[in-house]
């Protein structure tokens, strides 16, 4: 749900490329150098390079001055490689392009970016979050598209579907949801609220016939193992999906016109199509709800500088199938909303059809009682709910955490092939009764990542401050430790990147996390809509352990398959 900017154009051919946006992950550092990344296959003479200190690029255009374009070198050079009837060459030394052509490059796409709407709003400009046009900024971005494997690619892509289908089955298991989150609810005054509201919804035996999933699961490939392992499963506000879009245009455009300095081709960027398929099962969705008048409302945050990402998908459902939206906080939802006997949700006079939830996944989006009301209200009601309640708590990092034990997934799942599919997916996940894990997390901190149930980015817990917390928790003797989860810590791959942030261009080891989107729509026993749906890549600088991109970590980012 969270966002996050980022780009890493490794230069490895045998790239076990990273992902990260909302890092639960970092790369592994040396102990002996804590400061150097790790190049793996690089030269000596490229490894000590990196060691110089990071350069800015400002980006403007030398009209005057004609450009010297050299073909990028590479410590090691491989042969050319056949891909798709296309001569490719392993993406080279990065940092060792000329400068002047990164200068141009930079140019190019911060006018590219103007032209196309691959813009945010300014926080420097006040009012940037709420009136569009306004104090507008180029969204942060990486120069040029980082490598990952297609195999790797391929798995993410086939294992959407299975995912998409175990949230709506764990879903229906009301029971599993409530009696595995009970401690959690405890401790943690907004998954208390969540669950409230779920309970509520069981006792007026409230059935959600029409159920919608708009997913992202978020993986990042293991550099020891080389295998790729789920970060999260999102099930509410889903970032990126009309800005992630054009990242891949932005990065395609660039190679059209300088791929042969570089070695690259743009045909290895995979088409991404995410804002265009959410907008398809949007309306899927209104068909469903069987209204001609009712609208399409996205519940959004009160200062919500994203916003143009969100428009995409309004445009799309506007312009592809004549249906229009209305933009509402749950503060306003909670004013101008009421119930009809029928059970039909009015916002003002709309009678709403489907509600899209770009807000509402964490604590800041609850400041009073007049939010959780609007909550409630929407539950109540007959519209298709984009996460429902109970969607929104298979999200839970806690209830991730239960589907990775031994046997849990048979519960949801038929097929042996598929669960098979997704455990080799799964990192270490447990939970703070483990008493062995939790001493061994106390000894090697940085072999682990501590989770609160919050979304967003910006809430986990690294290093040393894990050992002080289990630590704190287990002299208080409280059941405060229900609140958190322990997750493997995944050290992925640091490559060489130029990453786009207000304007200046500047060079930096990062890693990456992939997010593979996904939409489910089911009528009853009929499954309307079940596909993968695009994907969204995130960069950031392998210093950082946090990493979205709406938290201010990371940068958008795209594909180029190796």
């Not at 029971?175 to 409230?196: I, Y």
């Not at 006079?349 to 009073?368: E, K, L, M």
């Not at 929104?392 to 589907?403: A, D, M, P, S, Y």
């Amino acid at each position: 749900m969270g966002v996050g900017y980022s780009s890493i154009c490794t230069p490895l051919s045998s790239l076990s490329a990273t992902t990260s946006a909302y890092c639960s992950c970092s790369p592994r550092k040396s102990k002996s150098d804590t400061t150097l990344c790790n190049f793996n296959s690089f030269s000596e003479l490229y490894q000590s390079h990196l060691q110089l200190p990071t350069k800015l690029f400002i980006a403007r255009r030398r009209h005057s001055l004609p450009l010297k374009v050299v073909p990028l070198k590479c410590g090691a050079v491989r042969k050319m490689e056949i891909q798709d009837g296309i001569a490719v060459e392993p993406i080279s030394d990065l940092h060792s392009i000329d400068p002047e052509l990164v200068e141009k490059m930079a140019y190019d796409a911060l006018v590219w970016s103007s032209l196309h709407g691959l813009v945010v709003g300014d926080r420097s400009v006040e009012r940037s979050g709420r009136i569009p046009g306004l104090g507008m900024v180029h969204a942060p971005f990486a120069l040029l598209p980082t490598a990952f494997p297609e195999s790797h690619w391929k798995q993410a892509c086939e294992v959407a579907p299975i995912f998409n289908e175990l949230v709506d089955r764990v879903s229906l298991e009301s029971q599993f949801l409530q009696e595995a989150l009970s401690r959690t609810k405890k401790v943690d005054a907004f998954t208390s609220k969540l669950l409230d509201i779920h309970s509520k919804m069981l006792e007026m035996n409230k059935k959600e016939e029409i159920r919608l999933g708009l997913h992202r699961s978020d993986y990042m490939l293991d550099e020891q193992t080389k295998l790729l392992l789920q970060i999260e499963l999102n099930t509410i506000s889903c970032s990126f999906p009309g800005l992630g879009c054009l990242v891949s245009d932005l990065h395609r455009n660039l190679l059209k016109h300088y791929g042969e300095y570089l070695g690259l081709h743009s045909k290895r960027i995979p088409s991404n199509a995410a804002a265009s398929q959410f907008a398809d099962a949007l309306f899927k969705a209104w068909v469903q709800y069987d209204n001609p008048r009712a609208v399409v409302m996205i519940v959004v945050q009160g200062d919500e500088r994203n916003m143009y990402d969100q428009h995409w998908l309004c445009a799309s459902l506007k312009e592809k199938h004549n249906v229009s939206t209305i933009r509402k906080t749950l503060a306003e939802i909670d004013e101008e909303g009421k119930l009809q006997p029928d059970g039909t949700l009015l916002v003002g006079s709309q009678a709403i059809a489907v509600v899209y939830f770009r807000a509402g996944y964490g604590p800041v989006d609850y400041p009073s009682e007049s939010e959780w009301r609007a909550r409630l209200l929407v539950e109540q009601s007959s519209a298709v709910k984009c996460p429902s309640i109970s969607y929104q708590l298979v999200g839970t990092k806690k209830i991730q955490q239960e589907l990775a034990k031994p046997n849990v997934l048979e519960r949801f799942l038929d097929s042996k092939e598929d669960i098979a599919k997704l455990r080799k997916c799964f990192a270490g996940l447990w939970s703070l009764d483990d008493k062995d894990v939790v001493g061994k997390a106390i000894e090697e901190p940085g072999l682990f990542v501590m989770k609160p149930q919050r979304e967003g980015g910006g809430n986990n817990i690294y290093g040393d401050d894990i050992r002080e917390t289990l630590l704190r928790l287990q002299k208080e003797g409280t059941e405060e430790d229900a609140a958190y989860i322990l997750m493997q810590r995944i050290f992925p791959i640091v490559s060489p990147t130029y990453l786009m942030r207000d304007g200046i261009c500047h060079k930096d080891c990062a890693i990456s996390e992939l997010g593979i989107y996904g939409a489910y729509l089911r009528n009853k026993e009929k499954i309307i809509m079940n596909d993968q749906c695009g994907y969204l890549l995130r960069t950031k600088v392998s210093s950082s352990d946090e990493g979205g991109v709406a938290a201010g970590f990371a940068v958008l980012d795209s594909i180029y398959l190796t």
